[in-house]
């Protein structure tokens, strides 16, 4: 009798040449798509810097419907938001506190800007801040950045201060936003944007250096936080050339020029609220006219 055995089973498994070619092909898949993903993630980060200074715009309109006048930029940067009493910021040329702060009312952040549940002004001035506002930040520097220190601008302590990614034109008093000496002036309001709202800049994204903001130190432009009044904190020179936070990565300090994350240009707001995008190569002279309410000056193509 014939006895049938069964055939033994064929083993499959990759070469070694063939685990390569694999290998290669994912490779050369990733290598396609990852500037596939870089471009959605600055087209998005770009869209959300576009709505955050929609909300500016806005808020400094809303401002200007209620007060009669812009937010100025307060008087320096030794001030920090000021109160008459737990829960009543002073407003216009009595408030010390930068234009950020003065917007919070019209920014849905009645809370922030009266001191919340704090029951002494010191409180509610440490509240404002250490408070973070998302509406600040650009997410294509990692969201919403908040440093703890010791006390050198406003009440004795250590505590947080809450940064902003925004600021509006130094432009020697001749833009929107001004330096305010308290109790004295002077305001701006609507009446002297003489140049046209659609033509004249209110503020835009400023350069940092990426080194310093993504490891939580401090930098020149990055210290006392949004709260701010006059400094580079919350203003930025028209008369100096924009750039990318890649201009001055290593030196910590973005020496107060707008610019910001993004590749080829920084988002800016105007005062009719038209939100664009401003290239680095523009030049200073062009960005001057801009931030000038009243030049009467014919602008270039930009």
């Not at 100025?72 to 737990?86: D, E, F, M, R």
């Amino acid at each position: 009798m014939t006895r049938c055995y069964p055939l033994p089973r064929s083993r499959y498994a990759f070469t070694l040449i063939e685990l390569l070619v694999v290998i290669a092909i994912i490779a050369i898949l990733i290598g396609l798509l990852l500037p596939a993903v870089q471009k959605v993630r600055e087209a998005a980060a770009r869209t959300a810097c576009t709505n955050n200074l929609k909300q500016m715009g806005l808020a400094v309109q809303n401002h200007q419907d209620t007060h009669g006048i812009f937010p100025t930029c307060g008087q320096g940067w030794p001030y920090p938001p000021a109160y008459a009493a737990v829960g009543e910021p002073y407003i216009g040329i009595n408030q010390t506190g930068g234009w950020q702060f003065q917007i919070l009312p019209f920014m849905e952040e009645g809370n922030v800007w009266q001191g919340g549940g704090a029951t002494t002004i010191n409180q509610a001035i440490i509240q404002a801040i250490g408070t973070p506002i998302k509406t600040y930040s650009c997410p294509a520097r990692g969201g919403p950045r908040v440093i703890t220190a010791g006390s050198w601008y406003g009440p004795p302590g250590t505590y947080a201060h809450a940064m902003t990614d925004y600021c509006g034109s130094d432009l020697e008093n001749n833009g929107v936003i001004i330096y305010c000496t308290q109790g004295q002036g002077p305001t701006t309001n609507i009446n002297q944007v003489n140049d046209g709202t659609s033509n004249t800049m209110l503020a835009g994204e400023k350069r940092l250096d990426p080194n310093c903001y993504l490891s939580g130190i401090m930098q020149s432009d990055d210290n006392e936080g949004y709260s701010d009044g006059w400094d580079w904190d919350v203003m930025c020179y028209s008369t100096v050339q924009p750039g990318s936070d890649l201009t001055v990565q290593g030196q910590c300090q973005g020496y107060g020029a707008f610019g910001g994350p993004h590749t080829s240009g920084f988002m800016a707001v105007y005062c009719d609220g038209s939100v664009r995008m401003i290239s680095y190569s523009v030049p200073v002279g062009v960005i001057e006219l801009i931030c000038n309410k009243n030049d009467g000056q014919v602008i270039p193509s930009y």
